[in-house]
Structure formats: structure tokens, C-alpha cells
Nanobody, 124 residues
Framework: QVQLVESGGGLVQAGGSLRLSCAAS????????MGWFRQAPGKEREFVAA????????YYADSVKGRFTISRDNAKNTVYLQMSSLKPEDTAVYYC?????????????????WGQGTQVTVSS
């Protein structure tokens, strides 16, 4: 079993920054791609960003492109989401996810493990 634990969420003013972390533990696979998703109240879970096992490939939702950066440190089994120029519409619970593939994906059903989520609230 793989455990994913997110941290770094909180309350921030519009225009501010936050960095989310997601630490993987347990029986982590030899190689796995990671992703970040978010879910706002009353809305479906949506893709935010993804990164391949090597970190050489990344992909972002149009709504966060240029403002968010995903990265990973495989030695620490940790993936990060640096969020800048935050907007009130970025308010949501943010989830990290892992999949048993080296290549990235933007589809929730293609991920095998999920964290419990961390709340990000952006005030106007």
C-alpha cells in the first residue's frame, strides 16, 4: 500500500503564493508519475498539474499555466506544487495522486493512489 500525505495548504490573499508538498511512503513503486488535482465546493474534481517519473515532462491545466509549477524530488519521494499569483477561484481542496506509470496523465481514473487533500483558500 502507498500512502500520500499533502501539506502546505492554508489561507492566503489574492496575489500571494503557497507551496504544497506531497510525501509518498509505504510500498512505493519503483517509478511512478504524479499529479495534482483540486475540487471546489459543488464542483467536480479537476486536473491541475502532472509530472512524469523523471520530472522531464510536465503538463498544466490552462487555468494555472504560468502561475503554478510542479516539481519532484525522487530521493525524498516528494512532489511539490508551487502556486503563485493566486486567485480566489483557486480556492479548493488540493489532492496529490500517484500512478504506476512513468509517463504523466491528466485523467483521475488513471491514478492508483490519492492523498487526503489539503485546503487552499484564497481571499479577495
Amino acid at each position: 500500500q502507498v500512502q500520500l500525505v499533502e501539506s502546505g495548504g492554508g489561507l492566503v490573499q489574492a496575489g500571494g503564493s503557497l507551496r504544497l508538498s506531497c510525501a509518498a511512503s509505504g510500498r512505493t513503486p519503483n517509478s511512478y508519475a504524479m499529479g495534482w488535482f483540486r475540487q471546489a465546493p459543488g464542483k467536480e474534481r479537476e486536473f491541475v498539474a502532472a509530472i512524469s517519473w523523471s520530472g522531464g515532462s510536465t503538463y498544466y491545466a490552462d487555468s494555472v499555466k504560468g502561475r503554478f509549477t510542479i516539481s519532484r524530488d525522487n530521493a525524498k519521494n516528494t512532489v511539490y506544487l508551487q502556486m503563485s499569483s493566486l486567485k480566489p477561484e483557486d480556492t479548493a481542496v488540493y489532492y496529490c495522486a500517484a500512478r504506476y506509470r512513468v509517463v504523466l496523465s491528466t485523467t483521475p481514473k488513471e491514478f492508483n493512489y490519492w492523498g487526503q487533500g489539503t485546503q487552499v483558500t484564497v481571499s479577495s
